[in-house]
């Protein structure tokens, strides 16, 4: 079995200075510094951390696009939440690995069998879901499995009720 695919979408670092680390990685690589922007907030793309909703619009993030991979990087916000977290607790740099699967349910239910962790964190766009597990003691980074898939009933649910718990990844 395996995850169902081999292909990395993305890798993402933390930063306390988003503006700084872009500028440099795009001198670095000789490419246009990438736009900056805000998380959406959670009316537009539902997250919750360890079962409950969040919203994490006060974290900036970046992507670089390269020729076979996407750079990603995120600079936490003030409030509490998975990126800054992990930053309080571990640093600036590398945090995850993102792969876009095939079969989401097959997917998570081999990262679980591997690593024997549960997800911790997930996000709902209209069109796709990504998934976060802290497998850093077992690989040595967090792993974000993401799915496209039509969202548009898990959305329409958390604006029902904004406060309630997840009810399944």
Known sequence: MSIGTKKVCHIAFLTSDIKAATTSWAALLG??????????????????????????????????????????????????GPWKARMDKHGEGFQHISFVVPDKKKALEEVESVTGVKPFHAGYYPDGTYIFYDTLKQLGCEINIKANEDNSRRIEEYLKDKSAPIKEY
């Not at 009316?43 to 993030?61: A, F, K, M, Q, V």
């Open 31 to 80: 490419v246009p510094c990438p736009e900056i922007q805000y998380l959406p907030t959670a009316d537009e793309i539902p997250c919750y951390t360890d079962g409950l909703p969040g919203d994490y619009s006060d974290c900036r993030i970046a992507v670089i696009e390269m020729e076979n991979i996407l750079l990603e990087f995120v600079q936490p916000g003030d409030r509490p």
